[in-house]
C-alpha cells in the first residue's frame, strides 16, 4: 500500500465512465491500491460501500483502482462502520504506519506496525488484518508460495541486483536511474523495495533522497 495523490478531476455523472476510468489509472498509476499490483484486470472499487454510503457512489475520491483478487478477498464489512475502518491511502501516509517485508524463508509477507495513532490505531489493525488476508492468504490451505508472493519476490530479486550492480559498478550513472525509477511509487510493490532501503544504513544513507512521496 502506498500514499496515492489524486491529481486528476474528472466531470462525470456515473462512476463508471470512461473518463473515471482514465482517471483512476493515472492516479493510481494502474497499481491496485492494496496488494500493489500493476493491472490491466481491475475494478473500481467504492472505498465506502455504496449499498450504504449512497451519497458517494458517484464521488471521485470514493473510488479506487483494485485488482480483481483483492476486491474479492477485500470482506464486505470493510468501511461499514467506524470498527472496521481501513486506512485510507489516499489521504493518510501509509508508509509511516506499516512497513511491508518478504521473508523469503517463510514465503510470507510479514506486515509490522510500526507508529500507534490513537485516532487511527484501529484503522492501522483493520488495514494489517486485511493485507495479511491478501498476501498470506489466512484463509487458503495451501502452504506454498503463491502467484502474487512468486510475483513480489521476482520483482524485490531483480532490485537487490541492481543495486548489487551499482555498488560493483564504475558506470552508476545509469543504473542509479534505473533504481530511482523501481523506487518510485509507479513502480509495482515499491514500498517493499522502499522498505529494503530504509532497513539498512548503507542502503539508507546511499538511497533515501530517491524515495518520494
Ligand atoms: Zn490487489
Redesign the pocket.
Known amino acids: 500500500m502506498i500514499k496515492v495523490n489524486r491529481r486528476e478531476n474528472p466531470l462525470f455523472t456515473k462512476y463508471n465512465e470512461q473518463i473515471v476510468i482514465d482517471s483512476l489509472k493515472k492516479d493510481f498509476y494502474r497499481k491496485?491500491?492494496?496488494?500493489?499490483?500493476v493491472?490491466r484486470h481491475f475494478e473500481i472499487e467504492h472505498f465506502y460501500p455504496q449499498k450504504i454510503y449512497l451519497h458517494l457512489v458517484n464521488d471521485y475520491s470514493n473510488l479506487f483502482y483494485?485488482?480483481q483478487?483483492?476486491?474479492k478477498i477485500k470482506p464486505k464489512n470493510i468501511n461499514t462502520t467506524s470498527d472496521n475502518e481501513i486506512i485510507n491511502c489516499c489521504e493518510i501516509n501509509i508508509e509511516k504506519y506499516i512497513k511491508l517485508r518478504l521473508n523469503i524463508l517463510e514465503c510470507k509477507i510479514e506486515i509490522i506496525k510500526l507508529d500507534s495513532a490513537k485516532d487511527l490505531d484501529k484503522q492501522i489493525d483493520n488495514t494489517i488484518k486485511l493485507l495479511d488476508r491478501?498476501y498470506n492468504g489466512t484463509q487458503s490451505k495451501s502452504n506454498s508460495c503463491e502467484d502474487l508472493k512468486d510475483d513480489i519476490k521476482n520483482i524485490i530479486f531483480e532490485f537487490e541486483k541492481k543495486i548489487e550492480q551499482y555498488q560493483k559498478s564504475r558506470l552508476k550513472r545509469a543504473i542509479l536511474e534505473d533504481i530511482k525509477e523501481k523506487l518510485d511509487i509507479k513502480s509495482p510493490y515499491s514500498s517493499f523495495k522502499r522498505w529494503i532501503i530504509r532497513d539498512n544504513n548503507y542502503l539508507k544513507k546511499e538511497f533515501e533522497k530517491y524515495i518520494i512521496d
Open positions: 491496485c491500491y492494496l496488494c500493489e499490483e493491472t483494485s485488482c483478487k483483492c476486491n491478501i
